[in-house]
């Protein structure tokens, strides 16, 4: 009697947990790509979406390397992927109660990322790669997002009261004559050298520290723990909205591409995941993470 | 992976007197940046941390950034109760008879999951850089203020990052975006490499790492390394109007140079103490201890040695070495390397061994008459 009982609450809580189930693909190690005519670059509700297979990825807490992720909060991914001759998109959904997309020094964003092999014959380490075994990260960032969407989120995007007398060297001139002193409010007016000396991420181009996004998403390369790079070459797109407690992110990238860091996605390969919750301070190695997930691409 | 297994390596720090674990071989540079603060000197006048900001950080994204901060002590911190959280989170902080640290340090007391035991501060934690100013530790009795001495006591501590040997921003950083220069011992971050993971905010005890809201990455006190490599010292020494500022370098723990002002204060009288050495970071800003201050509070911050650094401080009128290298703080921008004294003057050198500083051991008394003839004046309370 126990025993059913426990069975009978075991199918409700699965059933509450994943809402999509229904749909979702039983076999959670392949994931297919199915040919579309066209590709949803931001359309996260497209109804190209919605003829698609869902696999429901389980993601764990990062346990490998220090610092890790002692409670997980968020427990899957649901992963669809349509692709056509030029490109290949994925469309990432996880619940997450809170939409987190500004920093400060305790504050953090909401983030996923993709990561493909180089070689799918000689598979490398499913986090991060290894020496000699190469994998492509696709990485999109809430804040990003709102970068683009909403500008550059700012020391006043958080504190809108901060008030500083002088940035030296910040352009246009603030202080005109019998004029109350304006607050250099956004970073469009640090653009001298001079000024972008007292922004030393900018001044050092970090790729953090870019005022002007044009993607929410960027490509990367690592072989290994703590040798995450940016790719000199960025051709892959994203676009996420956040509704009802569910991220719904969009990653694409082109099918074929003539940049030799980029994975070749052609018949099978493999694709991991990983996903950040801002709200409960996720950051670098405090992230959930999914090992290797067969990927087909249907021709 | 176990807290223990990413203590790779065993290695010496002199500060506590034993072996600790850390997850990178013991390798000193070959100068280490050192500086030596006399506490009972500091005015709290702020120009040092002046200096710093409008030098370092006065740009967009730094508003909260102090790197060069005063706090009073024992109320006063920047940020907010940065002592007092690490303090209360590392228990049992004993020392036995021979100055042995019996306690854990920041690495080995890391939590499960955790490269170093730390805790990352409130945006609000930094807003109030000055709080408790000029507070006492308690209220003065009345009438206390005529009769003499009192009991009531604070005290400014000046604060820098300590460009550690052993530094928990470097050892948490999973990026290793953090270095320690071989040149000068100089801790940087690299500004290309930083991802803004924070990790080393946590793990600095000391919160001497700080969080840029516009570069989203982080950023801490250089050590005004382009000055150091001309041979000057950085702004917050140069710009210290109470003069209790001397920065050098330290020699290595085994071989002391007793004609090296630091070594000598350091080393050679122990008069001038580390912050918080049970921590295990091997900090490299050198304190001479308040002598009013209760002794416990002063165990608590400085270790076993305050006894005698209180001691040996309070005979430097009759030390005339100890006196010349006090005499040394604020007598030049360079920085000094060697020092001796010579009959009445203390004297100061380069590397090269060129004279830079010469400063009397004690200042010469002009007496001048009461009515100036030769302006026709008469002259009131002119040293
Ligand atoms: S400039 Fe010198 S005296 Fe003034 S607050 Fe700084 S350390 Fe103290
Ligand atoms: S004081 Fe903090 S920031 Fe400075 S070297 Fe030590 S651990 Fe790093």
């Known amino acids: 009697m126990i025993k059913r009982l426990s069975l009978l609450l075991l199918l409700v809580g699965l059933f509450l947990i994943n809402p999509h189930c229904a749909n979702v693909e039983q076999n959670q190690n392949i994931i297919k790509s199915v040919t579309v005519k066209e590709v949803p670059f931001k359309d996260v509700s497209s109804g190209i979406w919605k003829k698609v297979p869902v696999t429901q990825v389980n993601v764990i807490p990062q346990n490998m390397t220090l610092p890790s992720l002692q409670t997980p909060t968020i427990q899957y991914i649901n992963v669809r992927s349509v692709h056509n001759d030029n490109w290949i998109a994925f469309l990432l959904e996880w619940e997450d109660k809170t939409r987190d997309a500004v920093v400060d020094v305790n504050k953090f964003t909401d983030q996923v990322a993709i990561q493909i092999p180089l070689d799918p014959k000689n598979l490398p380490a499913f986090m991060m790669g290894n020496k000699g075994g190469r994998v492509h990260i696709i990485h999109w960032k809430a804040i990003w997002q709102d970068d683009i969407e909403k500008g550059y989120r700012d020391v006043q995007t958080l504190h809108p009261n901060y008030w500083v007398d002088l940035y030296f060297f910040s352009e246009p001139m603030i202080y005109a004559e019998g004029e109350f002193p304006l607050q250099p409010t956004t970073v469009d007016y640090f653009i001298t050298p001079e000024a972008l000396n007292y922004i030393p991420g900018a001044y050092a181009r970090n790729p953090i520290s870019i005022f002007h996004r044009t993607q929410p998403v960027e490509e990367a390369m690592a072989e290994g723990f703590g040798t995450f790079t940016t790719q000199p070459k960025q051709n892959a797109t994203g676009w996420g909205r956040w509704e009802k407690g569910v991220w719904k992110v969009i990653i694409a990238r082109p099918i074929v591409t003539d940049d030799p860091n980029d994975a070749p996605i052609s018949g099978k390969t493999y694709i991991a995941f990983a996903v950040w919750n801002g709200s409960d301070k996720n950051v670098g190695a405090r992230k959930h993470y999914a090992p290797w997930v067969e990927l087909v691409v249907e021709k | ?383």
């Not at chain 2, 140069?238 to 001397?246: A, F, H, P, S």
């Not at chain 2, 020699?251 to 204060?265: A, G, M, Q, T, V």
């Not at chain 2, 920085?335 to 004690?362: C, Q, W």
């Open chain 2, 1 to 383: 992976m176990s807290v223990t297994s990413w203590l790779t390596s065993k290695v010496k720090n002199w500060q506590i007197r034993r072996e600790m674990g850390y997850p990178y071989e013991e390798s000193r540079p070959e100068k280490q940046i050192a500086y030596v603060f006399d506490i009972n000197k500091c005015i709290a006048c702020q120009t040092c941390t002046v200096a710093c900001k409008t030098t370092w950080t006065s740009g967009k994204g730094q508003e909260i950034m102090f790197w060069n901060n005063v706090e009073t002590k024992p109320y006063g911190g920047y940020p907010i109760k940065w002592d007092l959280n690490i303090l209360k989170s590392l228990d049992g902080q004993s020392w036995d008879k021979e100055g042995k640290y019996n306690g854990k340090t920041v690495f080995e007391a890391a939590p499960q999951g955790e490269k170093v035991l730390g805790w990352l501060p409130e945006e609000e934690d930094y807003s109030y850089p000055n709080i408790g100013e000029d507070e006492c530790a308690e209220t003065v009795e009345k009438g206390a203020f005529f009769s003499g001495i009192h009991k009531a006591w604070m005290f400014y501590l000046a604060r820098i990052c300590n460009h550690c040997t052993y530094p928990a921003c470097l050892a948490a950083c999973p990026r290793k975006a953090i270095y320690k220069r071989k040149e000068d011992g100089i801790v940087l971050i690299d500004q290309s490499r930083c991802r803004g993971y924070r990790e080393c905010v946590r793990a600095c005890p000391y919160k001497k790492t700080f969080f840029n809201l516009v570069t989203r990455i982080s950023e801490k006190c250089i050590g005004c390394y382009p000055l150091i490599e001309k041979g000057e010292q950085p702004r917050c020494v140069q710009t210290c109007i109470g003069k209790i500022r001397l920065q050098g370098f330290l020699s290595k723990p085994d071989s002391p140079r007793k004609d090296n002002p630091i070594d000598f204060l350091v080393y050679v009288k122990k008069v001038a103490l580390p912050l918080y050495p049970q921590f295990g970071l091997e900090p490299n800003v050198y304190y001479v201890p308040p002598i009013h201050v209760p002794k416990e509070f002063l165990y608590q911050m400085f270790g076993p040695g305050v006894d005698n650094a209180i001691e040996t401080y309070k005979g430097a009128k009759d030390d005339k070495e100890l006196l010349g290298a006090f005499l040394l703080f604020g007598s030049t921008d360079k920085i000094i390397h060697s020092f001796k004294v010579e009959r009445d003057y203390t004297l100061g050198f380069n590397d090269k061994r060129e004279m830079i500083a010469k400063v009397p051991l004690t200042e010469p008394i002009y007496v001048r008459p009461y009515f100036d003839k030769k302006v026709g004046t008469y002259r009131h309370n002119i040293p």
